[in-house]
């Protein structure tokens, strides 16, 4: 899945904010900046506008988010736009999930991350 998939109610609200909320007075085009998940009480995932749009064409963006549904099998699905150029890391033992934000304000990629690094 290129896109993620959001509980209907999740996407009926990101829908508002990039569609609704911008349309409501008159205003110059904007470039979102970034989409910000609540994973936990104190946990947040930012995801900056590489990974929450796609380009359509050279002039057209769109928001890279499908509904779900109203019975989803999961809230939230994460789909490879949203995780490309972000680093994860699958902690077994404690059954944790620890991320990085986008991997490209560090000026790298995943394409050319030294994974055997003992840094």
């Known amino acids: 899945m290129a896109s993620s ?3 209907c ?3 009926c609200s990101l829908l508002f904010h990039f569609i609704v909320a911008p349309s409501l007075a008159k205003t110059a085009s904007f470039k979102p900046k970034a989409l910000v998940l609540r994973v936990s009480e104190s ?3 930012t995801m900056f506008r590489a990974n929450s749009m796609v380009y359509v064409s050279n002039d057209v963006l769109c928001l890279g988010f499908v509904d779900g549904g109203e ?3 999961t809230s939230i699905v994460i789909g490879g736009h949203q995780l490309e150029d972000n680093l994860l890391q699958f902690d077994l033992g404690t059954s944790r999930l620890g991320f990085s934000s986008s991997l490209l304000f560090s000026r790298t990629t995943c394409g050319n991350f030294n994974f055997t690094s003992n840094a």
């Open 43 to 45: 946990v947040y995932w």
């Open 5 to 7: 998939s959001f509980h």
């Open 9 to 11: 109610l999740l996407f």
């Open 71 to 73: 019975k989803p099998r």
